[in-house]
């Protein structure tokens, strides 16, 4: 550590290179996380303030609540654990506002969804033309009492309430009565919701219409889900490597510049593994004065960050990530170590 420490003070220049450069390189993988955090949080924050294990669908629906349909004689009995849910597409219209898309979801008043639905301002819908809608609405303008229209139905519908992560499919929701769903739907008599959900993680449906399927099958089944989330992870795995090939570029051509010393030190009888534990702690001591810096940056752009922005800063998850770039340090700064253990101070110092 102690020759590490000496040979930052030392080449001052080329260490804040390397450390600007993991700067550079963990901040830009803090903000790909946060960014995939927040688009993933965006696809599914309503089910998840649901607090629900599992989704039933119609059968034909091919796991997607907007295709589904179910009757009262496929739903049977509910209990206290098991929902309705109704979801519909919608354009929502206001005046002095832009078309907004949307995703209306209709409840039972007396279920526990409705009933457990956390309000920021206002109340409940009490009738079938009142919404409480999603706070990204009130960042937008949008106040108590306002009234919007929803697709083509004629009359305006007035916001009631707001409540906070109310997204789905990276959509803001719009909750109201299965009766408007039915309404927007253009349904005819026959339907009462599009899915139940339930608490109960071994809820199965009964009739043969249906499916029931875990939430974890339902969101990754979600329009375009897995393969947003598959593509930030690949980027940040590469990310990753790259780091690791460019950490080790650079500890490589920084421990053939000093081999001459380490032959020097080598002939004085300093042993090898103190030379190693030099060269593997200066990596990461870069590495960590890299992430430092870049934690910091990234802590900055969370709080300059506008609400509209889809991400989400998750600390333990971040803090993961950090853990592997010094994996990554790690594994850079042990490739060089060969070159280390084999110098041979007559040929480097006669040479």
Do not use: C
Not at 47 to 69: C, H, I, K
Not at 215 to 234: C, D, H, R, V
């Amino acid at each position: 550590m102690f020759l590490a420490l000496k040979e930052i003070r030392k080449e001052k220049l080329r260490s804040g290179l390397i450390i600007a450069m993991i700067v550079l390189i963990s901040y830009l993988i803090f903000i790909l996380t946060s960014l995939a955090l927040g688009l993933a949080r965006e696809n599914t924050d309503a089910l998840d303030a649901w607090g629900v294990d599992s989704v039933t669908l119609n059968a034909n629906a091919n796991v997607d609540m907007r295709q589904s349909l179910i009757t009262p004689a496929q739903a049977g009995p509910l209990s206290a654990d098991e929902a309705y849910i109704g979801q519909a597409s919608v354009v929502a219209k206001a005046k002095g506002h832009a078309k907004l898309s949307a995703v209306f979801i209709g409840l039972k008043a007396s279920q526990f969804v409705a009933r457990d639905l956390k309000l920021t301002r206002g109340h409940r819908p009490t009738t079938a033309h009142e919404l409480v809608v999603d706070t990204s609405l009130a960042d937008a303008g949008h106040e108590l009492g306002d009234t919007l229209k929803l697709n083509a139905d004629p009359k305006p519908y007035t916001i009631v309430g707001f409540t906070a992560h109310a997204k789905m499919n990276i959509a803001p929701v719009l909750y109201g009565q299965l009766a408007a769903w039915q309404t927007l739907k253009d349904l005819m008599p026959g339907p009462i919701a599009s899915a139940i959900v339930s608490r109960d993680a071994g809820y199965r449906a009964k009739d043969r219409a249906l499916q029931t399927y875990s939430l974890k099958t339902f969101i990754n089944k979600l329009p375009g889900y897995s393969a947003q989330n598959m593509t930030f992870e690949l980027m940040i795995g590469f990310l990753m490597v790259i780091s690791l090939i460019v950490i080790a570029v650079f500890l490589y051509i920084l421990t053939m510049q000093k081999l001459p010393n380490y032959a020097v030190l080598r002939a004085q009888g300093l042993p090898s593994r103190v030379l190693v534990g030099a060269t593997v702690s200066q990596s990461l001591l870069l590495v960590a004065a890299g992430l430092v810096l870049g934690t910091a940056l990234t802590v900055i752009t969370a709080v300059a960050m506008p609400a509209s922005v889809p991400m989400a800063f998750d600390v333990p998850v971040l803090a993961l990530v950090g853990v592997g770039l010094l994996a990554m340090a790690l594994v850079g700064g042990l490739i060089p170590v060969r070159s280390v253990l084999r110098v041979d101070p007559v040929s480097v110092i006669g040479g």
